[in-house]
């Protein structure tokens, strides 16, 4: 005991203790460092000092880990939103409202609610003035935001109408490409044309008059206000053609500075050959 406190005090005074002395004192006692160890004095620990900052200490991180859900869970996604419809407190989303009722695409569901099929429903009835069918209560928060509540078409309605408008533009444009050749190839099959083509207006031409150096010619059609392409062909010559527009009543007299007899008169609405009259 002596010797460990003598040990101590010439630690303390900065004295090295000698050797036979330290040999016969513990490091630790108990586990706890012992002090009175002259290579135990000189620590901070032993002085009453405070210990120096950890050095390349990892920074603490506040990430958080998501856990995949257990098995068996089924997990409903919209859009960038997910949800477990199987728990009592998602019951009342709208991703968690049943895909279809008795088979039929069930418009309440917030999935379907921006397809052209409920966009569609929804409009007919109410063009027919029959109340909404869907279940969609537009006075409901959780439905303010569909497009049959806003009034906006989703945007697979209005890349459907431009498919459809591009598809008609297709199909007219190559009806009048083939209108057009068949007037330069003469009276070819032209018959066979007026009987199969599928013409949306109906009308007729005929010669109302003609001179030496004029021919007048009358077109009658159903439609009032239409753009008529009047077009006079023979064999061996050239075509004649001028674009009219028929008054309120579907009439107009085209005239010809050229005496057409022996010519045809074909008269061509939106590509489709309305009439033709040999005159």
């Known amino acids: 005991m002596k010797k460990g406190i003598l040990a101590l005090i010439f630690a303390l005074l900065g004295f090295i203790t000698p050797a036979s002395f330290a040999d016969d004192i513990p490091m630790t006692i108990d586990g706890q460092i012992n002090c009175a ?14 210990p120096p900052p950890p050095v390349n200490t990892p920074p603490v991180t506040t990430e958080v880990t998501h856990t995949a859900p257990q098995a068996g869970t089924t997990i409903t996604y919209s859009g960038n939103q997910s949800a477990d419809c199987s728990l009592d407190l998602n019951k009342n989303l709208t991703m968690c409202i049943p895909m279809t009722i008795n088979g039929e695409i069930n418009c309440a569901n917030s999935a379907n609610s921006i397809t052209t099929t409920c966009w569609d429903r929804a409009q007919s009835e109410k063009a027919a003035g029959k109340p909404d069918s869907s279940g969609v209560d537009c006075t409901q928060e959780k439905f303010k935001d569909y497009p049959v509540c806003t009034g906006v078409k989703p945007q697979a309605v209005v890349d459907y109408e431009k498919s459809q408008a591009a598809t008609l533009f297709n199909a007219q444009k190559l009806n009048s490409d083939s209108a057009t050749a068949l007037s330069a190839a003469g009276e070819t099959n032209t018959a066979q044309l007026v009987d199969e083509a599928s013409v949306a207006v109906s009308g007729s031409v005929e010669l109302k008059s003609r001179g030496s150096k004029t021919t007048s010619v009358a077109i009658n059609l159903d439609t009032p206000g239409a753009k008529v392409k009047v077009v006079a062909s023979k064999k061996g010559s050239k075509s004649i053609t001028q674009t009219v527009t028929v008054n309120s009543q579907g009439d107009k007299t085209v005239k010809f500075d050229l005496n057409l007899k022996g010519y045809t008169v074909k008269i061509i609405v939106d590509g489709q050959i309305v009439d033709q009259a040999k005159l």
């Open 37 to 50: 160890h002259p290579a135990n004095a000189i620590t901070t620990t032993c002085r009453g000092e405070a």
